[in-house]
Each structure stands twice: as C-alpha cells, then as structure tokens.
C-alpha cells in the first residue's frame, strides 16, 4: 500500500513503529557468518523465521543464501531445543561438511531460555562436532537491537571464540567493517593492499554472496575469511574497525583478551571518512600512502568540484544504519548539501550526537531521531520537503508519494542491481554515489525544465 495517507501533523509514539528502518538481529548474524569460508550459518528456532532471513538476504544479494535451521515446533517450543540442536550439528557436519557452523538464536530460544553455550560444549564432549570442526554461536534476540546487533554479535563470537595467540606477530591488521556490502568489503581489502598492508579482513563476504554464475552449485564458495586467518586476529600487531555499532564489540574483544590494540573508525564512506581510514592504516601500519590513493582521491575532489551547481544547498531525507548514515551524512555536508530529516531503527545515544556534531553548521534545523521509523521521516518530508531521498528500497513509496529523486542505499535493496558489486566506501565508491546522486537530481531537473532551459550541456 502506497503512503498517501501518512498525516502531517506528527503526534508521539513511544510503544509503536510504523515502517521501521531496520530489521531482524539474525539476519546481520546469518550475513556475518557467510563471511568466513566453508561456514554454515544455523538459525537455533523456528523454520519460519530461517525462511524469513534466508529470503530477505537471498532477495537483496540475488544469490542463494544456505543456512540450517533448528527446526522448533511445539515440543522445543515447551521443552528447550537442545535435542533439535544436537542433532541439528550430527546433520549438518555428516550430509553438508562444512568446516564451521555459526549458531545464532532466535527471539523464541531466547525467550525459552536455551543455554547454547552449554549445548555446544555437549556436541563437543560426545563428539557430535568431528575433529578439525568449528561451531561458534552468539545469542541474537530480536527484541532488542536490529540486524546491526546480531551482525556485531556474531563478529565478537568469531573473534572471541576463534582467535588463538602463538606469541609471535603476523604483521597484519584486523580490518573489520560494519555491515556493508560485499563490494565495500573487497573495496576495503582494496585499499589496504594499494597502502602494502598485509590486512585479515573479517567477516569478508566478497566473491560468497556475489559470486559468478559457472552453472555449477557451490555450498561454499570461494572467498571468506578462513579458519586459520580467523585464529591469526590474536597475533596482528592491531585492529581496526569500520563502524562503531557494528565492529567495536570485536575490537574490544581482541583488545583485551590478546592484547591486540584496537580503534574504531567511521565506516570509510565520503571523502573524509575514507581520508581517516587511509591514515589509520598509514600510522597503525608504518606506511606511506602511496600514489595510487592519492590519485583516487583527487579524482573524487575533481567531480565534486565540477558537480557543485548540482548539489550545493539541495535538502536530502535519509533512513539507514548508523555505521552508514554518520559518515554519510558527513559526505553530503562536506560536498555543499543539506542532510535535513535523519533516522535509523536501530538504537545508540550516539547517532543523535553525531549527526548533530556533523551538521552543526545548520543548527536546529536538523530533525534527527535515533531509533525512529520511516514514517516519521515520511512526515517530517511532508513539513519540509527534500530534493533527495537516500534509504534502502522501502523508501520508494515515499518518493513515489512524494515525488522525489531516489537513490537506494542501505539494506535491504530488493529492486535494483549493482550495489553487490559497484562499493560506495573508499575514494572510488564516494565517485559512484556522487554518480548516482548527481544522476538523479539531472534527470529530475531535466523533466521539470520548460523547453527553453533544457539544457544539452550541465
Ligand atoms: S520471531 Fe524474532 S527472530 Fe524470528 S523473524 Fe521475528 S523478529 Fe526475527
């Protein structure tokens, strides 16, 4: 149903969200776990809510996404579902073999109360889990957080529960972004080899969840971070993490288990978050940037520059994730236009800050809520209209109601191609957002000019 019928006069909610800008905790679980190869992703609950991860992840990346199901109904439903666990693992490690499984509850074994923890040591001593195997698991309520949360979660289990120190340093630096594409990820992996930083990148979904058709069925594609890399993050001489919702809680992790020392970063979207990546590989890494970066990022300053005209002052409407929409926001300030109406679903005092710190130079005149729905934001438009609109695929209904240019950025998408494997982090991918922002605001200009100001040449 379109949105026509969204009222302008905004009253307060506290115990309702009306098209949320966000979504469930396993499905950021069931996403990071796809990033380490060889791993089976298994959701601890019900079909019906496996379905419902497996689809929305399936739909977004347009690829099939395997993961295992505990398989609840009424019995483990009352009784706990340790013995649909049990034999859960014997199945998947006898019929699928992959090297690891990633358990993530669900909202119905959280409220039961299953101890995973203990059932996994279980499967361990009776030897359900073979020699040489791996299972990690991370408790992902979905009462609480969003598919942030459980993406964070599951990244803290794979450090905490995998990493194993020897003594000696590898040389490497933990990369752990946020919740990003697979495209951002290898953009990320990218960079860290132009500077000539040996780099762990974890959890690395590029080359698993957009591979390419070969016509022949892969359960473990090729690409992912690997168990032994995965052990490796105790000895890398730091880490850094790309998003402070989504990677700190790892970081923390490595810092003080392993002594790793850590920082958190802004994911590397726009020029000056990537500019802050760049230079904390730089000084964590002891290396020069080399050219080649610089090269990109003058290339990103060119077009900014000639694209002035179009962007300058123009109001921007925004939904998404926080690791997403700081630096995000932080881009559209710095290349001359005015981010107005700001939301993300999922919670964090510091999102509010943030933004508020980012555009600051347009004092009150930013409305920014943390956790807040699209229909607020819907309806903030309707007070004081946009020339953009910047969210995930939902937000086409308002931009068709509202009739506003439309860039979709964010999960899920489920209506375009491309963002699997064009990045928008680092220098390069600053280029292909200004390139699909700028490309939206002509065309729009291009329908509503008279035919005397249809201009051939912007
Ligand atoms: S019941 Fe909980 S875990 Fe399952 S789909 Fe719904 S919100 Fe997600």
């Not at 990218?190 to 974890?202: C, D, K, P, T």
């Not at 931009?399 to 494997?421: M, N, Q, T």
């Amino acid at each position: 149903m379109l949105l026509r019928h969204t009222p302008k006069e905004i009253t307060e909610r506290k115990a309702l969200a009306v098209n949320p800008a966000k979504t469930c905790q396993p499905i950021g679980a069931m996403y990071a776990a796809l990033g380490i190869h060889g791993c089976l992703p298994h959701s601890h609950g019900s079909q019906g809510c496996c379905a419902y991860h497996r689809s929305t992840l399936t739909r977004h990346y347009r690829e099939p996404i395997m993961a295992a199901t505990s398989s609840f109904t009424e019995g483990a439903s009352v009784f706990g579902g340790q013995a649909n666990l049990l034999q859960a693992l014997l199945t998947m490690f006898t019929t699928y073999e992959p090297d690891i499984v990633a358990v993530h509850t669900t909202c119905l074994s959280e409220t039961i109360g299953d101890d995973v923890n203990q059932i996994v040591k279980k499967a361990q001593k009776d030897g359900t889990i073979p020699d040489g195997k791996y299972v990690i698991h991370t408790p992902t309520p979905s009462y609480v957080g969003s598919h942030v949360t459980g993406y964070a979660n599951m990244v803290k289990a794979m450090a905490v529960q995998m990493a194993e120190q020897t003594g000696t340093s590898n040389g490497k630096v933990n990369l752990i972004p946020g919740f990003v594409e697979p495209s951002d990820m290898a953009e990320i992996k990218r960079i860290a080899g132009m500077m000539g930083v040996e780099s762990i990148l974890f959890p690395d979904t590029s080359g698993i969840v957009n591979g390419p058709l070969t016509g022949k069925f892969n359960m473990y594609p090729k690409g992912g971070v690997s168990i032994e890399e995965l052990k490796g993050t105790a000895d890398s001489i730091g880490s850094i993490g790309l998003g402070a919702w989504a990677a700190t809680d790892a970081v923390k992790a490595l810092d003080t288990q392993f002594k790793v020392p850590g920082q958190v970063q802004d994911l590397p979207i726009g020029l000056l978050a990537t500019d802050r990546f760049v230079d904390a590989l730089r000084t964590m890494a002891g290396v020069s940037v080399p050219d080649s970066v610089t090269q990109e990022r003058g290339q990103l300053l060119d077009v900014i520059s000639d694209m002035q005209p179009h962007l300058y002052g123009k109001k921007v409407a925004l939904a998404g994730d926080p690791d997403q929409l700081i630096p995000l926001v932080e881009f559209l300030v710095t290349i001359g236009m005015k981010p107005v109406h700001i939301v993300t679903g999922t919670p964090g005092k510091a999102f509010t800050k943030r933004i508020k710190e980012i555009t600051a130079k347009f004092g009150d005149e930013i409305n920014v809520k943390g956790p807040g729905d699209m229909f607020l934001m819907h309806q903030w438009i309707k007070n004081e209209p946009v020339d953009l609109l910047i969210c995930n695929t939902y937000g086409k209904y308002i931009a068709r109601d509202e009739d506003i240019p439309f860039v979709r950025h964010g999960f899920p998408i489920l209506d375009r191609v491309g963002h699997s494997y064009f990045p928008s982090v680092g220098y390069s991918g600053g280029l292909r957002l200004l390139e699909k922002i700028t490309g939206v605001l002509m065309d729009r200009k291009d329908r509503d000019s008279s035919e005397e100001a249809f201009e051939l040449v912007e």
